[in-house]
């Protein structure tokens, strides 16, 4: 499993293991891929007792907030009813005036670009990264002027690289900890730790000497320590820093999939512009749109959906561990403490419920009301 989460091609392997064994594929000695649909539905269910497995002990590492890699679920829980409110819908909505400042930004640079050959897909990295810091922090990273980033990126990357093949040989992780006194830490995932905690850090005290009238995220998470000192400024920095580590990186990779598609499919882009200026037109779209605009729009919808089904922005298993007295799945038997491993690459190509053409970027098939109930759970 390390070996293939080291490579670049696990989860083209594990859709390979499941259209040759089926529904359930043993992946180690007690590990299972899981690609049953009634057992994704039970693992996931609120309420369940599915514990996180081992692969989230170096995400989280030493950090004592962190609501990905928290394993306790009384911890987990008293940690989402902390933040729930900043996360909450109606505080997404009002993050959205921070939202429109880089996209006028990221249009305007793009215009500026006309005649030119450019690499969109690290044109949106830089766009996601610059918005995940003005969304956080009222302070974009500059990435969008400069037309480049300053390293960032590439350490981000290296980070998320070493997470993901040491979540799968833990050993590693132990060891280079016991020769770090000696030999520093030798595996990039530490990246994280340092130089993200510092920014997300320095923006902290300074926000707490100036203040401001922002109504960022760093704001509402502030609001929320006056009333609950337990999320002390430790977990606001941790918090703010996942935010910019993995939020940056998922929402490049859903906007690449999202316009690369659009785009490869001449057909679904004459659709997508004829439905864009006619909306225009009629004064359902304003500039930017508005959320709730996009909301209204079915077919837009339909091509993000489809996107993020052919291309999750994660292609590795999120581990659970089966709890007494053990679940039946696909006609098989799996005891208590056997981990449990759902992948979105897999889930998603499920023919049952996407019909035969699963490789297929096809939005119309959200729009088929009779199956967009099954294809959304």
């Not at 993901?164 to 995932?189: C, D, E, R």
């Not at 759902?342 to 023919?351: F, Q």
Request: glycine share 8%.
């Amino acid at each position: 499993m390390a070996k293939q989460a080291y490579g670049d091609s696990f989860h083209r392997t594990n859709i390979a293991l499941h259209e040759k064994h089926g529904k359930l594929v043993r992946t180690g000695p007690n590990e299972v891929s899981v690609a049953d649909l009634g057992l994704v539905k039970k693992i996931f269910a609120a309420g369940n007792k599915y514990q996180k497995g081992p692969f989230y002990i170096s995400w989280k590492g030493k950090r004592k907030f962190d609501l990905f890699g928290e394993r306790d679920e009384k911890e987990h829980s008293a940690m989402r009813r902390l933040v729930s409110r900043v996360y909450s819908m109606d505080s997404m909505r009002d993050l959205e005036i921070y939202a429109e400042k880089t996209i006028a930004q990221f249009v305007a640079r793009l215009g500026e670009l006309q005649g030119q050959k450019v690499d969109m897909g690290s044109w949106f990295q830089l766009f996601a990264f610059d918005t995940i810091g003005e969304l956080s922090f009222s302070h974009p990273y500059g990435f969008l002027d400069m037309g480049r980033d300053d390293g960032t990126l590439e350490s981000i990357t290296q980070a998320l690289w070493s997470l993901a093949w040491t979540s799968y040989a833990q050993w590693v992780i132990k060891l280079n900890h016991w020769i770090a006194p000696v030999f520093g830490f030798q595996l990039s995932m530490h990246i994280r730790n340092g130089k993200f905690a510092e920014f997300a850090a320095r923006e902290i005290e300074d926000r707490e000497k100036r203040g401001n009238n922002h109504r960022d995220m760093l704001a509402k998470l502030l609001e929320t320590q006056a009333t609950k000192p337990e999320l002390d400024n430790t977990a606001i920095y941790g918090i703010l820093n996942s935010n910019v580590f993995a939020g940056s990186d998922t929402t490049a990779i859903a906007l690449r999939g999202v316009f690369y598609n659009i785009l490869a499919h001449p057909d679904i882009k004459k659709r997508f512009l004829d439905e864009l200026w006619h909306r225009r037109k009629s004064g359902h779209l304003s500039d930017p749109i508005k959320l709730y605009e996009t909301e209204k729009w079915p077919y837009l919808q339909a091509l993000i959906y489809e996107a993020l089904r052919l291309h999750p922005a994660s292609g590795m298993g999120f581990t659970r561990i089966v709890p007494v007295p053990g679940v039946e799945a696909d006609g098989h038997f799996l005891p208590p403490g056997t981990i449990v491993a759902p992948n979105g690459w897999v889930i998603h190509r499920n023919k049952e419920v996407f019909g035969d053409d699963v490789e297929e970027y096809r939005p119309e098939r959200w729009l088929d009301e009779s199956k967009k109930g099954d294809m959304r759970t």
